[in-house]
């Protein structure tokens, strides 16, 4: 089995006011020095046997992103380091 | 005999009652068409209209526009067919590139629910030759995914060449680029519009009775096309 990710975000020019409230948000945690933040999506698609890089980016540009607005990128995930990083844990 | 305008029921449409109901009372003649039914039904136009198809899911109108009754009316609308697309029926011909540009989260992130004026850009659309161009109209506008976006390219080209169906006045309610409450095909055949003619249709419920105009305007250019 095989996994591959397909990131979309919105081209750099098209205004994300998602993203613009939570960056407006942030200085309610403190944080002060952030000076975009833009949301994004990202999807996972597991093949039954293996990945077929080309088949994903066609299923990108037709459905999972529009390229009107979005930008996407696609890459292959193994399985072992598919597991995510533990994050805020100082030890 | 009258025309035949299809309406089409995706899951998740709202305003396909609405609709059916403004091309009665317009004169025509309403024929329901069902998302998974990929057979038109030897309809003359095909309205689609407003609602939330599949959900939003993904983006507004992306999965609609893989639906069995749209690979028809997209082989439909390149050979001519008039299709409406109103409020998410405007979002499903984006994501089915009939129309250019797309349309994104309002900027002010909140959803719009109010009359709304606006000036007919054109009379030259098989969906708006009943407007005088320039006239302003009050229809409802109610949408959180209304704001029009194109490349500057683009936006130039469908003002250049009166594809602008029509533009928000007295106030954008969404951000929309110059204003744009709707466009139109090259051939002016397809037209795309955020606000919702079929609720202002009769002095009952509506704002006005200025969204009529919409469905005269089909049955009227159906009629010239079959004189």
């Not at chain 2, 396909?16 to 068409?33: F, H």
């Not at chain 2, 533009?167 to 969404?174: A, C, K, L, M, S």
């Not at chain 2, 079929?198 to 079959?226: R, W």
Request: with cysteine.
């Amino acid at each position: 089995m095989a996994r591959v990710v397909v990131d979309v975000m919105l081209k750099p020019e098209i205004l994300d006011p998602q993203g613009q409230a939570v960056a407006n948000a942030l200085p309610r945690l403190g944080v002060s020095d952030v000076s975009s933040v833009r949301i994004g999506r990202r999807i996972e698609i597991e093949f039954t046997g293996e990945a077929d890089l080309d088949r994903v980016r066609e299923i990108a540009d037709k459905l999972l992103a529009n390229p009107v607005i979005e930008d996407f990128t696609v890459h292959e995930v193994a399985e072992a380091a598919d597991e995510p990083v533990p994050a805020g844990d100082p030890s | 005999m009258s025309a035949r305008v299809g309406v089409v029921t995706f899951p998740g449409s709202l305003d396909d009652g609405d609709a059916a109901r403004a091309v009665r009372v317009a004169g025509g003649e309403a024929v329901r068409l069902w998302h998974g039914d990929s057979d038109l039904h030897g309809v003359d136009a095909v309205v689609l209209p407003g609602g939330f198809s599949y959900g939003d899911y993904l983006r507004t109108g992306a999965i609609a526009r893989f639906a069995p009754v749209m690979e028809s009316i997209i082989d439909g609308a390149r050979g001519g067919l008039p299709v409406l697309g109103i409020c998410n029926g405007f979002q499903i011909l984006c994501e089915a590139h009939l129309l250019p540009g797309a349309l994104t989260r309002n900027s002010h992130l909140h959803f719009r629910n109010r009359d709304q004026w606006l000036r007919v850009g054109t009379s030259g659309t098989a969906w708006t030759n009943s407007f005088e161009t320039d006239q302003e109209i009050l229809v409802p506008i109610k949408s959180g995914e209304g704001r029009y976006v194109a490349d500057q390219a683009t936006l130039d080209e469908l003002a250049a060449n009166g594809r602008i169906v029509a533009t928000y006045v007295r106030g954008n309610p969404n951000g929309s680029e110059r204003d744009i409450a709707g466009v139109t095909n090259e051939a002016g055949n397809v037209v795309g519009l955020m606000p919702h003619p079929e609720h202002a249709i009769e002095a009952l419920t509506g704002p006005s009775l200025d969204g009529l105009g919409f469905f005269t305007s089909i049955l009227k250019h159906l009629a010239g096309a079959t004189a």
